[in-house]
């Protein structure tokens, strides 16, 4: 069919998850540029309004499969599914979201397929590719970049003889767009029996204890980060103090994560979460490329360093020259003061 096909993970309240809508929006502009049709994969026991968050996206098929072994997820199910669908429709892109479900199961899709797979993507891009040994050209090549080498260089990777080209995309770096003309998809209904054997649910839930997520930074409106520039954990203490007054998010960097100031699930970057807030105020981080990629589509960026020829001063809209245990206690005070 040489269609595009995304996974929609179902999540724990019944909604489509944002990492699948973000990929139904770059979804259907690949499928834009190539001519091909958007078609979406749901596995869960009843959809239910979930199938109309995704006619948001301009979707065009939608092949649903609904029973009480599909929720919550189980790897053999969903993998049995997802390879018949594939088997059948032989798309030309196949995209999961790269979250413990979809690093499970897109793996062993493409071990089943005998295709190729890139994890946790950063960007797709549609390109052309020549093959200078044998002079060969592929036309209309899925781009699939992603950070590598610890994120010190960023890796372009094509599958140009194998398909579906895959890919798993990490959560927050496509921008979540609606199609502008919404419409109601084609929904083909897959016969679950047909393709389930007893041997696929050989696995039985029997609890399960969901811990509530601690950290939102993706739907942080304000976000204080923390560099290695900070110099020490009690100092990113500041951080927290400024984002408590502001009634924001800390996050930080990968440098100050591995030198043990801040918890991982804080990281902002390339190797950690895109983040897009009104403000994003940078202390202590000199703006390394694989940090930026993470930030720089901020609205508001105010960068505090005590280097003024810092790289993140390139994009701040507000730079601050000065040492951040002296700026951040000003800053506390004034806003108090300030503030109703």
Not at 52 to 72: M, Q, S
Not at 164 to 184: D, S
Request: hydrophobic share 40%; charged share 25%; aromatic share 6%.
């Amino acid at each position: 069919m040489k269609n595009i096909i995304v996974y929609c993970e179902i999540t724990e309240e019944k909604q489509i998850a944002e990492v699948s809508l973000e990929l139904l929006s770059k979804g259907r502009k690949l499928a834009e540029r190539l001519g091909v049709k958007l078609e979406a994969m749901v596995f869960t026991d009843k959809a239910g309004a979930a199938l109309d968050r995704i006619n948001d996206f301009g979707v065009d098929i939608i092949h649903l499969a609904e029973n009480k072994e599909l929720f919550p997820y189980r790897t053999l199910p969903h993998f049995k599914l997802a390879e018949a669908v594939f088997e059948q429709e032989k798309p030309e892109i196949a995209l999961f979201g790269a979250t413990s479900v979809g690093r499970d199961l897109a793996p062993r899709v493409a071990s089943a397929l005998r295709c190729g797979l890139t994890a946790d993507c950063t960007s797709l891009e549609i390109g052309d590719h020549v093959e200078t040994k044998t002079n060969t050209e592929y036309k209309d090549l899925l781009y699939q970049i992603r950070p590598a080498f610890g994120g010190n260089i960023i890796a372009t990777i094509i599958n140009p003889e194998t398909r579906p080209q895959m890919a798993t995309v990490r959560e927050g770096v496509m921008k979540l767009e609606e199609a502008a003309q919404k419409k109601k998809a084609e929904v083909k209904i897959i016969d679950v029996l047909k393709y389930l054997k007893s041997e696929d649910l050989v696995v039985e839930i029997l609890d399960r204890h969901i811990e509530a997520q601690k950290v939102n930074l993706k739907a942080a409106n304000i976000i204080v980060s923390g560099g290695y520039g900070v110099g020490s954990k009690e100092n990113f203490g500041l951080l927290y103090d400024l984002a408590s007054v502001l009634g924001a998010e800390v996050a930080a960097t990968r440098a100050a994560v591995d030198a043990g100031y801040s918890e991982h699930e804080r990281q902002v970057g390339q190797t950690g979460i895109t983040v897009r807030p009104k403000l994003y105020i940078a202390c202590g981080i000199s703006g390394a490329v694989q940090h930026r990629a993470g930030m720089d589509q901020s609205a508001k960026i105010i960068s505090i360093n005590t280097d003024p020829n810092a790289p993140l001063n390139a994009i701040a809209d507000y730079a601050v020259t000065g040492d951040l245990t002296q700026v951040l206690p000003k800053m506390i005070a004034y806003y108090k003061k300030h503030s109703k």
